[in-house]
């Protein structure tokens, strides 16, 4: 397995153990629940913007007589499009919350890279 990229956001004058790691890349978990996936993590505002993304659809849908193949692909376009960009919404999200970038650490999975947070969680500012 290659290395993973991970952001880590901390909250100013926090203890570094309540870092948060967000993964880059492809989430899996956003391209099937959409909006049940952003809900549980409290982004309300991804989740509104989803869940009218999927009204459109259904919208555009009835009003243009899509065939079922073509309607059950524009889903999976939207589902791959949440799931490449989950990462990148938790991010903002935590940053609109006050959330600072601490570091980027390459490993290979999480614990990985919980540890060298931690190594250097230290000689960080923030």
């Given at each position: 397995?290659g290395l993973r990229f991970y952001s880590?956001?901390?909250?100013?004058?926090?203890?570094?153990?309540?870092?948060?790691?967000?993964?880059?890349g492809f989430h899996f978990w956003a391209?099937?629940?959409?909006?049940?996936?952003?809900?549980?993590?409290?982004?309300?505002?991804?989740?509104?913007?989803?869940?009218?993304?999927?009204?459109?659809?259904?919208?555009?849908?009835?009003?243009?007589?899509?065939?079922?193949?073509?309607?059950?692909?524009?889903?999976?376009?939207?589902?791959?499009?949440?799931?490449?960009?989950?990462?990148?919404?938790?991010?903002?999200?935590?940053?609109?919350?006050?959330?600072?970038?601490?570091?980027?650490?390459?490993?290979?999975?999480?614990?990985?890279?919980?540890?060298?947070?931690?190594e250097m969680a230290h000689t960080l500012?923030?």
């Amino acid at each position: 397995m290659g290395l993973r990229f991970y952001s880590v956001l901390v909250k100013p004058g926090a203890a570094p153990e309540t870092a948060r790691f967000v993964r880059d890349g492809f989430h899996f978990w956003a391209f099937v629940f959409t909006v049940a996936w952003a809900l549980y993590r409290r982004m309300w505002f991804a989740a509104l913007l989803i869940a009218a993304a999927i009204a459109a659809l259904v919208l555009v849908d009835q009003a243009l007589g899509w065939p079922t193949g073509v309607a059950l692909a524009a889903q999976a376009v939207l589902g791959i499009l949440v799931g490449l960009e989950a990462g990148a919404w938790q991010r903002a999200t935590l940053e609109r919350r006050g959330w600072v970038e601490a570091a980027v650490i390459a490993a290979p999975n999480r614990d990985t890279a919980e540890q060298r947070f931690a190594e250097m969680a230290h000689t960080l500012r923030t």
